[in-house]
């Protein structure tokens, strides 16, 4: 997997928990200035997070088609899951911006009805919660493993490393003796040339000895 892909993905994660967390409290919240405040604070954190679906959407496509086959499944998910959360942030801005008229209209609001309401806000809250910290364990499991896996191939790499070098210096060897060897056979082709002139001369003077007296004993008698 994508090192960048994975730094937007813990990222991700680690954000849309903090939004879960803060709808959620926002959900628990009276009509006012706090609430308003929470609200502002979700749509800036829902835009931060549409970037970084944006930038992992990007760095999956330019990938290999094995990579960003997965990934960008990964990534749908995602983009449903903060589809869902701006439905859940827009709902508590139409809230309060109805609460107000409802009061005026309908009197004080049913508590019950509140109640139930509220409570059914924080049970969506707190799955999408649940689901955004399965995602991120998920996350650094996959980093571990990947963590794991790199060092055994930096274990495996280092290995060959060791071999090629005592290959090397194996080969190091048997050039030094190849070398060895040439001066060997070469010192050993000069003596044999050496010898040969040396047998050649003796072979020479033995015939001239063999002429000159041959010549003494056919002449001078």
Known sequence: ?????????RQYCELSVNLSRKCNSAALLADGEPKKQQISELKV??????VLIRKMD??????????KAALL?????????LNKLKKEVNKLALTGANQAARDLESGMMDPHAASANQRERLAMSTERLDQSSDRIRESRRT????????????????????TLLHSHKKLHGVDDAIDKSKKILTSMSRRISRNKW???????????AIIIILYFKLFHH
């Open 1 to 9: 997997m994508s090192e960048v892909f994975e730094g937007y993905e």
């Open 45 to 50: 954190g829902l835009d931060d997070a549409d």
């Open 58 to 67: 990007l760095e999956a496509r330019s990938l290999q088609p094995s990579l």
């Open 73 to 81: 499944a990964k990534l749908r998910e995602y983009k449903s899951d």
């Open 143 to 162: 980093a571990l493993e990947t963590e794991e896996l790199g060092v055994s191939i930096l274990g495996d790499l280092h290995q060959q490393r060791e």
């Open 198 to 208: 040396i047998v050649g001369s003796v072979i020479g003077a033995l015939i001239l």
